[in-house]
């Protein structure tokens, strides 16, 4: 089965850094790269995905990239802002399931003001 | 807007217990998921299902079992509760049996077991 890799754990920046979150994955044959953010005490939330036929895609200040190749994708924040800490959850969708989504184990931002 | 909904927020039962935890969807969504959190380890996937009557065990159903009699309904049952799965538990649903779709979260049941 499909297995996640997520670094680093915890991540700290000052405000208006960058912020990357690098992921790895197991199962050539996953499609689909989901990134969710959970706030403290609240349930994860999609923040943006990728498709195995697109290489990068961005969505204002968030931005991420697949390389199908070396089976990995990472998260880009930029300018950074305080409201951006919370736990960040890679996954990917497992290759021949229904829709099964195998997470990493989370980082941890923490934007300093 | 989707709205996928956990029966308890915190649950605190006794070990020995039989536990039910209730998920329900809202948007006819065919895949409903279960999952665990802990602090280091991620979203775990215990169960999940594509069809009503239908389940698949995910990577960690050891002590689980689950339900789907309702479309809408996704129940994880813990037959016999253990200090082990204190934890948190997080139910999911996605609209179609793909592998691209987004999966929306219920509010997180914590269940501390005692």
């Known amino acids: 089965g499909e297995n996640v890799e997520q670094h680093p754990s915890t991540l700290s920046v000052q405000e208006g850094d960058s912020a990357v979150i690098k992921c790895t994955y197991s199962?050539?044959?996953?499609?689909?790269f989901p990134w969710y953010k959970q706030e403290l005490g609240k349930r994860p939330q999609l923040i943006i995905d990728i498709r195995s036929n697109v290489g990068e895609k961005k969505d204002q200040r968030i931005a991420v990239t697949l390389n199908k190749t070396a089976k990995h994708f990472s998260l880009h924040i930029t300018e950074t802002q305080p409201e951006d800490s919370a736990v960040y959850f890679c996954a990917a969708a497992e290759g021949g399931s229904q829709g099964n989504l195998i997470f990493g184990k989370g980082t941890k931002l923490s934007v300093k003001p | 807007d989707v709205k996928v909904t956990q029966s308890s927020r915190y649950l605190v039962k006794r070990t020995g217990e039989k536990v039910f935890l209730e998920c329900v969807q809202d948007m006819d969504h065919e895949n409903m998921f279960w999952y665990r959190q802990d602090p280091g380890l991620g979203l775990r996937l215990i169960y999940f299902s594509y069809d009503v009557k239908m389940k698949e065990k995910g990577d960690i159903p050891e002590g689980y079992s689950v339900s789907r009699e309702k479309k809408e309904r996704f129940s994880l049952i813990l037959e016999s509760a253990s200090t082990n799965q204190t934890s948190m538990y997080l139910c999911?649903?996605?609209?179609?049996?793909?592998?691209?779709?987004?999966?929306?979260f219920g509010q997180g049941t914590r269940l501390t077991v005692v």
């Open positions: 199962d050539s044959a996953s499609n689909y």
């Open positions: 999911a649903s996605s609209l179609f049996q793909g592998r691209d779709t987004e999966a929306f």
